[in-house]
Each structure stands twice: as C-alpha cells, then as structure tokens.
C-alpha cells in the first residue's frame, strides 16, 4: 500500500509506533545495529549529509562553500535550511546536543577513537602508573 493510500489513522499509528521504538534505543551500539537493519547504506549516508549540510548553516558557513565540501546540490541544502528555520526544531536541538558533547571531549583531548593507546591509558591509568609517571616528567 502506497503513503497516499493509507488513512490518517494508519500513518499517526505508525509514526507513532516508529518514534516510540527510537525512543527505546539505549547505546549508540544499538542505534547503530537498529539503522543498519532499517536503512540502506546509501540511505543513512543520505540523511547523513544533510545532518551534515545543517551543522554547517548553523555554523554560518555558505552554500558555495557547502557545495564545494560536501559535492551537494543546492535544492538539498536549501530544503536543510527550510527545516531548520520552519522545521519543529529537532536539527537545532540535537546539533546543539552535539556540539556541546564533542566540546566536551575535545576540552578534556580524548582522542576520537576509542582504540588508540592515548585512550586506553587515560581510562586505565592504575595499568600505566609507571608510563604516566615518567610521562610527567
């Protein structure tokens, strides 16, 4: 059935049930895992480029400029920014979430990748008490 066919009771019941079950994701990994099953690739790089196209109107960067970076059409950032300023809100508040929670690691230098021996040694400092030590001096 196509979205045109169904009645307004259907797409409220699943929309509904949809934004519920997004509610219940815990961990990164599970939003992950959830996408990856929902989602094509193509499709989350997709809806990945425009969370992209709208981290950097909100950073006041241009549409040149975001054409040039993210080899984007004009339609799609102009739809972005659409969303952004007659949208609900949700661009705004999870990008402004965002930006705040990647300062934070950025201010405290925890490398990105969980992996890197930086990371480890910061987390498990007891292991590295030696290695620290000497670090400091």
């Known amino acids: 059935m196509k979205y045109n066919?169904?009645?307004?009771?259907?797409?409220?019941k699943y929309?509904?049930?949809?934004y519920s079950m997004?509610?219940?994701?815990?961990t990164r990994e599970e939003v992950k895992r959830f996408f990856k099953d929902l989602l094509t690739l193509s499709e989350v790089v997709m809806i990945s480029r425009?969370?992209?196209?709208?981290r950097m109107l909100l950073a006041g960067m241009g549409?040149?400029?975001i054409k040039a970076k993210l080899k984007i059409g004009g339609s799609t950032i102009n739809n972005v920014e659409?969303?952004?300023?007659?949208g609900f809100g949700?661009?705004?508040?999870?990008i402004k979430r965002y930006n705040k929670k990647d300062a934070k690691r950025k201010a405290k230098n925890i490398p990105a990748s969980p992996f890197s021996l930086e990371h480890i040694r910061r987390k498990y400092?007891?292991?590295?008490l030696l290695l620290n030590l000497l670090k400091k001096k």
């Open 5 to 12: 066919e169904l009645s307004e009771f259907e797409k409220k």
């Open 15 to 18: 929309l509904g049930e949809f």
């Open 22 to 26: 997004i509610s219940l994701l815990r």
């Open 50 to 54: 425009r969370i992209q196209v709208a």
């Open 63 to 65: 549409y040149d400029e």
């Open 82 to 86: 659409k969303w952004l300023n007659n």
């Open 90 to 94: 949700g661009y705004k508040e999870i």
């Open 125 to 128: 400092p007891l292991h590295f």
